[in-house]
């Protein structure tokens, strides 16, 4: 984790300690897991917005989870790719030859998951969400850029 800010390295060590967690450990902490990811991502150097992406939407997801917005089935599917989505960020930045990959692939189970449930429908989007999606967009992957389309007006009519 060579190159990165003494804090954000002490936070993704932290956010480490969730792979090992069985999921009722992971459960009873999540508001405060919840917390940590969201500082995580906002601590993220500018290049390696694909990071920031994952963490931000480990964070989404699993605050779905402490809110009781996911059955018990799907929390555990949720706790398990969260836990991929950690191990992709620590070969990330352990800096692995495949390492886009493995993030981008965990980022879009994420996503996946989200569209599956359509728990994004329902949610509160904010710049920030647009600004993350953005920066992630290939150039054409016309379902991001139709669903940032979909938070931008949702941002504006708001």
Request: charged share 30%; proline share 3%.
């Amino acid at each position: 984790m060579s190159g990165l800010p003494e804090h954000l390295q002490d936070i993704l060590t932290e956010l480490l300690s969730f792979i090992d967690m069985t999921d009722e450990e992971a459960v009873s902490e999540l508001d405060d897991f919840c917390d940590t990811l969201s500082a995580a991502a906002r601590a993220v150097p500018p290049g390696m917005s694909d990071l920031a992406r994952l963490l931000h939407l480990c964070d989404r997801r699993l605050r779905m989870v402490a809110a009781g917005g996911i059955n018990a089935d799907d929390s555990a599917e949720v706790l398990a790719a969260v836990r991929q989505s950690l191990a992709a960020a620590e070969l990330y930045l352990a800096d692995h030859p495949e390492k886009e990959r493995l993030i981008r692939e965990a980022g879009h189970l994420l996503d996946q998951m989200a569209r599956n449930s359509r728990e994004d429908a329902d949610e509160d989007v904010s710049l920030d969400d647009a600004a993350i999606l953005l920066v992630q967009i290939e150039p054409n992957d016309f379902d991001d850029l139709r669903r940032l389309d979909r938070i931008l007006s949702d941002i504006i009519r708001d």
